[in-house]
C-alpha cells in the first residue's frame, strides 16, 4: 500500500464510545480526519464527540448502532454515507467478549451475537461501503486479536471470531489487490482497558503472569501509524506477533495458561462468566449470563 494522509478524509470508527475505538477517534480527529463515529452508547459517544470538539477540532458525526444486530450494518452504512457524503477509510473495530465454556452455551443467543457483532457485521459493512470505497481508493482497517492464536480455555468464541475475522481479512485483501481498495490489519496484544476478559476466568491461585497490557492510546498511535505508512498488517506490541507466526508457541501458552485455570469449575457445562466489552472495543455490556443488556 502506498503512503496516505487522513487530513480531511471521510472515516468511520465503530466502536468508538470507549477503549481503541475511543482513541483512534482522537487520533485521526487530531491529523484532520472527518469522522463518524458508531456503537451502541449514543451517551458516550455524545462525550467523545463533545470532547474533540472542545479540543478545537471538528465534531465527529454520531451514529448510534447495535452491531449485534442483524441488518444493522446496512443501516449503518447508509447513515454514514448521509452523514459524510462518501467514505474513505472504514474501521472495523467494534467487539465483544465472552467468557464462557463452549459446551455450555453452544450456538445460544449471546455466541450467535458475538459472532454478528466481530464477523459478521463488519464483512457487511465492508460490502454496503465497498462502492463508495472503491470510488476514491478506499482503505479497509480490520481490527482483530493476537488471541486468534492462542486457544484459551472459555475464551473459545472471541478468539475463534477473532480467527476467522483475520482469515477473511487476508483473504479480502488478495480479493481486492487489482479495486485500488487497501486492506489493513490491526492486531492488538493485551489492552488495559476498563473490561478484560481474563479478569474473569477462574484461576487458581490468580491470573497467571503476563507482560503488562499496553495503553488503548498507543494502539491507537500504532493504528494511525499503520495507516499513514501503507502497511498492510501492524501488531501492537510487536511481541504479540511470536503465537502468530509461531503457531506452536501459541499453543504452549495455551497449554500453560490452562494448568493455572480451576477448568473443573465449568466441567458440566457452566457459564464461567458473562459477555463483556472487549479491549479494542465497547460496544456491548451485559448482565452475568453473557446477553447484552
Not at 8 to 16: C, D, F, K, N
Not at 99 to 115: C, E, I, K
Not at 119 to 147: C, E, I, M, Q, Y
Not at 268 to 286: K, R, V, Y
Amino acid at each position: 500500500m502506498s503512503r496516505r494522509s487522513v487530513a480531511e478524509v471521510p472515516i468511520l470508527v465503530t466502536g468508538a464510545s470507549s477503549g481503541i475505538g475511543r482513541a483512534v477517534a482522537f487520533a485521526l480527529a487530531e491529523r484532520g480526519g472527518r469522522l463518524a463515529i458508531a456503537a451502541r452508547r449514543r451517551s458516550n459517544l455524545e462525550e467523545v464527540a463533545d470532547q474533540i470538539e472542545g479540543t478545537g477540532l471538528i465534531r465527529p458525526h454520531v451514529i448510534e448502532v447495535d452491531l449485534s444486530r442483524p441488518g444493522a450494518a446496512a443501516e449503518l452504512a447508509q447513515n454514514v454515507i448521509a452523514a459524510l457524503g462518501r467514505v474513505q477509510i472504514l474501521i472495523n473495530n467494534a467487539g465483544v467478549g465472552m467468557v464462557a465454556a463452549l459446551s455450555a452455551v453452544g450456538d445460544d443467543d449471546q455466541a450467535r451475537a458475538l459472532f454478528e457483532t466481530n464477523l459478521w457485521s463488519p464483512l457487511a459493512l465492508t460490502r454496503h461501503l465497498f462502492p463508495a470505497l472503491s470510488a476514491g481508493g478506499g482503505l479497509v482497517v480490520n481490527v482483530t486479536s493476537s488471541l486468534q492464536a492462542v486457544p484459551i480455555p472459555l475464551l473459545g468464541y472471541y478468539g475463534a471470531s477473532k480467527a476467522a475475522f483475520a482469515y477473511l481479512t487476508r483473504t479480502l485483501r488478495h480479493e481486492l489487490k487489482d479495486t485500488g481498495v487497501s486492506v489493513l490489519e490491526i492486531v492488538p496484544g493485551a489492552t488495559d482497558t476498563a473490561a478484560r476478559d481474563i479478569d474473569l476466568l477462574p484461576w487458581r491461585n490468580g491470573p497467571t503472569r503476563t507482560p503488562p497490557p499496553v495503553s488503548a492510546e498507543s494502539v491507537a498511535k500504532a493504528i494511525v501509524k499503520a495507516i499513514e505508512q501503507g502497511e498492510y498488517r501492524r501488531v501492537h506490541p510487536a511481541t504479540s506477533l511470536l503465537p502468530l507466526e509461531i503457531p506452536a508457541l501459541g499453543r504452549f501458552i495455551a497449554k500453560l495458561v490452562t494448568r493455572r485455570l480451576d477448568t473443573d469449575s465449568v466441567g458440566a457445562g457452566a457459564i464461567a462468566a458473562g459477555c463483556l466489552p472487549e479491549p479494542q472495543d465497547d460496544q456491548h455490556q451485559s448482565d452475568r449470563r453473557g446477553r447484552p443488556a
